[in-house]
Nanobody
Framework: QVQLVESGGDSVQAGGSLRLSCAASIARRYCMAWFRQAPGKEREGVAAISPYGGSTYYGDSVKGRFTISQDNAKNTLYLQMNSLKPEDTGTYYC????????????????????WGQGTQVTVSS
């Protein structure tokens, strides 16, 4: 059983930074990703990272501002968010895909079999 627990969400002003963490109880390595969901909108992929080699993928709206990383020794996934904007507001979810490497499919929600409970990020202008 895979358990994912996010933390680090907070309320910040535009231009600020936050670092989200996702503690994972995982026996094997999966493609890991961050998704977010704003009120009234669909859940969208933010970033993903392959467990071996660390290839990373980003949504267009966060490229250059967000950085996904992982510490395999600690089984922890991170999302460093800089230059935050009000449109970054939402609930952020950590997810693990049924695949050992990520690919161009990474933003597709249906390939992720494990999800955390989410952590709230609010960015005010």
């Amino acid at each position: 059983q895979v358990q994912l627990v996010e933390s680090g969400g907070d309320s910040v002003q535009a231009g600020g930074s936050l670092r989200l963490s996702c503690a994972a109880s995982i026996a094997r390595r999966y493609c890991m990703a961050w998704f977010r969901q704003a009120p009234g909108k669909e859940r969208e992929g933010v970033a993903a990272i392959s467990p071996y080699g660390g290839s990373t993928y980003y949504g267009d709206s966060v490229k250059g501002r967000f950085t996904i990383s992982q510490d395999n020794a600690k089984n922890t996934l991170y999302l460093q968010m800089n230059s935050l904007k009000p449109e970054d507001t939402g609930t952020y979810y950590c997810a693990a895909a049924w695949a050992s490497v990520c690919g161009s499919w990474w933003p597709r929600r249906e390939v992720y079999g494990y999800w955390g409970q989410g952590t709230q990020v609010t960015v005010s202008s």
